[in-house]
């Protein structure tokens, strides 16, 4: 019997089997990690190497060089992770890797090391998409919390206002017609002189900040769910760009606050927005910006208001780590079949 059909059938009894142990990988961007994860909920270990202090210096990252750095991670982190959970390769049931989005270079390191390891111990390889894990990180933080619910995701990458109708059955309500707005954060960092990755920095100057700056007049997506962060980003860089050519005072906490309350005002009033046409009661936020104060505080008061639950991940779960990965891996063994090992990354990748 082939691989494959050799693994749909492990993936039937695993299906049966109490407990399910999957080792995580991610390495889509400029963390790598590995994680071991029991049924999708209990992380057993999870072992996360940031890049962000080698990128810094390059004001983003690098894909080559993140590449190369993953390479040299991954099989440390991969004993670490075991190590930490007391298990060995053996006490493994499947292997979940983000097969996208992300950086091709980045993603190739941990998705052919799953592999090789799939065809070494004969195990199940499940291809995760990258945005469903960010959403899964809610289900380890809250052991209760089950699907359908409104998702908020709102990453580096991506932004986007997702139905989840089920753990792997997902309809797009709205998203980003350009810029991402953990892109946009980064963005405007830059430009004010702060460290990438300027979005928790922003968050940080901010605090205490009432914003007095209006930089775009309206949301030209305003009526619909979609979204666009390009003309707002343009418009704080002019802004900057304008006051050091006429050699006056920046204002960086003042910039950093208007700019926060504007970008994430339209994107939470269309997340409420979203739940009250579909009719669904909770709100999930997942992705790296939804570790930002202001947005939290924004969405507390606004979901206390319209009666909707609102759940958000612990901040460390809400960048990129690979118990998530595991969380949704497990969800997609009990409904689908696993990947073949001729599959390879991919940049962009379908909900
Ligand atoms: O989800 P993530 O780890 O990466 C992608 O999958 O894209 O998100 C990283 C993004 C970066 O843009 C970073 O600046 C932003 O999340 N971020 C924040 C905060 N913490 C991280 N943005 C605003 N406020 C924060 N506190
Ligand atoms: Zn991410």
Redesign the pocket.
Known sequence: MDYLQRMKQKCEVLRKQKKVRILAIES??DETSVAVVENGRKVLSNIISSQIDIHRHFGGVVPEVASRNHILNIIPLIDQALDSAKLTLSDIDAIGVTQGAGLVGALLVGLTTAKALCFACDLPLINVN?IQG?IAANYIAFPKLTPPFMCLLT????TAIIHVKDYIDFHLIGTTQDDAI??A??KVARVLGLEY????K??KLATGVKPNIEFIQHDIMAGSFDISYSGLKTAVINYVHKLEQKGEKIDVPQICASFQAEAVDMLVSKAVRACNEVGEKKLVLA???A???YLRAKLDTLSKKAGIELYYPPKEFC??NAAMIGSIAYYQLLTKDPADLSISALANIPL
Request: glycine share 26%; charged share 15%.
């Open positions: 889509s961007c990258h960010h990453s580096g990458g991506h953990g892109e954060f980064d990755p300027g979005g928790a922003i968050d992705g790296g910006v570790a930002n104060s960048t990129d």
